[in-house]
């Protein structure tokens, strides 16, 4: 076997793809096959000879497949650092075992190889009980044959003792059969493996529509899991960062080849654990830091928005250009009352000038949600950030309240402009008393309605008002001199019974001094306006129960004088219940007539 050397790309930076969802949401394909050609950190040694050796990380391989440590492989003390294994050559050579380790650490194949070396490594997949790589390897070869290429591929699968890929190669013979038997190569062939075509061919045609199986993965990848595994147990961590006051395990191996910067930071150390530079990163939190390693070992984009503020410019400051897209997508939609004032300082980071759109959006956003919120925003973080933070959202406050004093001025200008009437004094009146009185002139028994009379505001403007009440009160007692001379008749009458009743003691006086008196049939007479004292002797005679003395008529006077002072309506209120008793008197009259 030929000496061969493992060949250094000259970039060691891990090249990851990605695509991007509907939401802006990325998905990263984790792909760690660039640490293989990092040099520095490899503590795995497999050794074929003392001039061909492989290296990889033991943390890797052993969480990936175990059995490329155990298969064809035995323990060995010839390394002086890390981990050796001596290879036997006969099983596996050191090309497949580089295309299997490098298929552990990214999970893809290069098949720019050759179809032989392709047989090889499906040999070699089926040797580690690496059915992923098995399938990938027989969907490439199946895909791959061809009239030209059958027959030696046929051969090599039957020397090398790869019953898949000779299946597969059978099964392309049968399906071209006319065109294998013509061809003059069939001769070449060995006798057993040409009777072996035979009987497969009989033995498909047996079958009604007989088509070759189609080679499929069907097998998932397992490579993110399995980094979050190791992850997750830190499995021969050779470095130590203290964050936050917490002491966080990692590999040197993955973080260097991640960031050139990181690197420099451990190389730079003295000792462990390593701290981050406190002058940029003193407030740099524990779960950041996590997140951190979440993304470089299985590119884990589940990042919180809080933590994303902190990653975003540690991001662009150690050059991980990945995640720094990821946490700017999560701060663009992760504005909240924890989050406002963090996300806020990180639009004024000079770390952020090279996207001036992304740091305006910031700002606009935040200051808005800020405003809208600002009862419930914890306000203690802005002492420790810039000044232009405090001093920019203050701004915006004013804008706010500037905004609010504006409409509210222009609110209290439109009311003044369209208040209600007042009174002639000044006071304001509201805009439904006109309305409550008409409604209740119109409930009364009154049939006229009572007056109104224009009177100027003092802004000049006019305004209809009720009459005040004297006017209405003129009108009732004209109608009360209507019915006084009805109300006089039918109250004596009311007496004359009241003296002939046996159980008054005055009925016998009382009716001989009416006998003599002739009937006077009632005549309509046109009504007379009477005086105040007039209209209250009236009401003394129409209610016979109330005694006539002077007390009495005092009474009535200082009555007299309340409602001149109370508006028409209270007066029409107070009338209407003896209107009502004397039209009852009028019916009673009537009909005794």
Not at 19 to 29: L, P, Q, S
Not at 114 to 135: E, F, N, T, W
Not at 203 to 229: H, I, N, Y
Not at 549 to 563: I, L, W
Request: charged share 35%; aromatic share 6%; glycine share 4%.
């Amino acid at each position: 076997m030929s000496g061969t050397t493992v060949k250094r790309s000259k970039s060691t930076r891990q090249k990851s793809s990605s695509r991007i969802n509907v939401d802006g949401a990325h998905e990263f394909t984790v792909d760690h096959g660039s640490l293989l050609a990092q040099s520095k950190y490899l503590d795995c040694t497999f050794i074929f000879d003392e001039k061909n050796q492989v290296q990889a990380h033991k943390f890797v391989v052993d969480q990936r497949c175990k059995k490329v440590l155990e298969e064809a492989a035995k323990p060995s003390k010839k390394v002086k650092k890390g981990f050796g294994y001596e290879v036997d050559p006969e099983k596996i050579r050191i090309e497949e075992l580089r295309r299997v380790l490098h298929f552990l650490y990214s999970d893809n194949v290069d098949f720019s190889m050759p179809l032989s070396d392709c047989v090889r490594l499906i040999k070699a997949a089926h040797m580690y009980g690496l059915k992923r790589l098995h399938q990938m390897c027989e969907q490439h070869l199946q895909a791959s044959l061809t009239m030209q290429n059958i027959f030696e591929l046929i051969r090599f699968s039957d020397a090398e003792k790869v019953p898949t890929a000779k299946k597969i190669c059978l099964e392309f013979c049968i399906a071209n059969n006319k065109e294998f038997i013509m061809d003059s190569r069939v001769e070449s062939l060995a006798i057993g493996l040409f009777q072996e075509i035979i009987i497969s061919k009989e033995r498909a045609t047996a079958v009604e529509g007989w088509q070759p199986e189609k080679m499929a993965v069907t097998e998932e990848s397992t490579l993110r899991r399995d980094f979050r595994k190791i992850y997750d147990d830190m499995p021969l961590a050779d470095a130590v960062f203290e964050v936050d006051g917490q002491k966080i395990k990692c590999h040197r191996a993955i973080l260097s080849h991640m960031s050139s910067k990181l690197e420099n930071v451990m190389e730079t150390a003295k000792k462990e654990p390593f701290k981050l530079p406190e002058k940029e990163w003193k407030a740099f939190s524990a779960e950041a830091f996590h997140s951190l390693l979440k993304f470089l070992y299985c590119y884990d984009t589940d990042i919180k928005p809080l933590p994303a503020t902190q990653l975003i410019n540690f991001a662009k400051d150690f050059g991980v250009a990945h995640l720094a897209d990821v946490c700017e997508n999560k701060i663009r939609s992760g504005i909240a009352k924890n989050t406002v004032l963090s996300i806020m300082e990180v639009a004024y980071h000079p770390l952020m000038d090279d996207k001036p759109e992304l740091q305006k959006e910031l700002r606009i956003n935040c200051s808005r949600f800020f405003v809208e919120n600002i009862k419930d925003i914890d306000l203690e973080p802005l002492k420790d950030m810039k000044a232009e933070v405090a001093t920019d959202l203050l701004l915006a406050m004013q804008k706010e309240i500037g905004k609010t004093w504006i409409t509210d001025a222009a609110a209290k200008s439109g009311n003044s402009g369209e208040e209600g009437p007042r009174t002639a004094r000044g006071h304001k009146r509201d805009n439904s008393d006109a309305e409550k009185l008409s409604k209740k002139s119109k409930n009364s028994s009154s049939t006229t309605d009572l007056p109104t009379v224009t009177v100027e505001t003092p802004k000049g403007e006019t305004t209809t008002e009720v009459a005040p009440a004297p006017a209405a009160e003129k009108k009732e007692e004209e109608k009360a001199d209507e019915k006084s001379g009805a109300e006089e008749k039918s109250a004596a009458e009311a007496a004359k019974k009241e003296e002939a009743s046996p159980e008054s003691p005055k009925a016998g006086a009382a009716a001989s001094t009416d006998a003599e008196k002739p009937v006077e049939t009632p005549k309509k007479e046109e009504a007379k306006p009477e005086t105040p004292k007039a209209e209250a002797a009236a009401d003394a005679d129409a209610s016979p129960d109330t005694p006539k003395d002077a007390d009495g008529k005092k009474d009535k006077k200082k009555d007299k004088k309340k409602d001149k002072e109370e508006p028409a309506p209270a007066a029409e209120e107070a009338i209407s219940p003896r209107k009502e008793a004397d039209k009852k008197k009028e019916k009673e009259k009537s009909k005794k007539k």
